[in-house]
């Protein structure tokens, strides 16, 4: 076997079940849970955030993208020399552009509003009490909106994982 192509599939694989298994456990458990826990909440969010939880996240969702694309390249970056694309191209296709879209969610909607709901997090323990309602208004929509977001990457990369799974045996 080629050695590039092991480790792009060890990449691939692993960096997919990382970021695919971080956005649901953060969607369905960790959001909720903050969101019960109130002020406490905030803390638990702030702790993340000096962890780099996200660019992190970020960055293993990158790796994972840029090795599918580079081995579907490896596979199917060819003339075709029949009537058109087979099955597995079509559907490992599908999920690599469904995977590309729930990172471009996440890097259009969910990180920059998680960073402005930190920033005005921090700023609405310092205010004073007649601008905190409106400064919690604006975390809620913030949540709200991340929240929204996280399902919409989950349910994307769900449909990911089944087209790779259905693709490989087509």
Do not use: N
């Amino acid at each position: 076997m080629d050695p590039l192509l092991a480790v792009l599939r060890v990449v691939h694989i692993v960096g997919a079940i990382f970021w695919a298994g971080g956005v649901l456990f953060v969607t369905h458990f960790l959001e909720p849970a903050v969101r019960d826990s109130g002020p406490d909440g905030a803390k638990v969010m702030q702790a993340l955030q000096r962890r780099r939880s996200a660019d992190v996240m970020l960055v293993v969702a990158l790796l994972t993208l840029v090795s599918g694309f580079s081995l579907y390249f490896r596979s199917f970056g060819r003339v075709h020399p029949g009537p058109g694309p087979s099955g597995p191209e079509i559907w490992l296709g599908i999920g690599g552009l469904l995977a590309l879209v729930a990172f471009v969610i996440e890097l259009i909607v969910t990180r920059p509003s998680a960073a402005r709901a930190a920033a005005v997090e921090a700023e609405l323990a310092q205010a004073p009490a007649g601008r905190r309602e409106a400064l919690a208004a604006d975390v809620a929509r913030l949540r709200r909106r991340m929240r929204l977001a996280g399902r919409s990457v989950v349910g994307l990369l769900t449909l990911t994982m089944l087209c790779m799974a259905v693709g490989r045996y087509t």
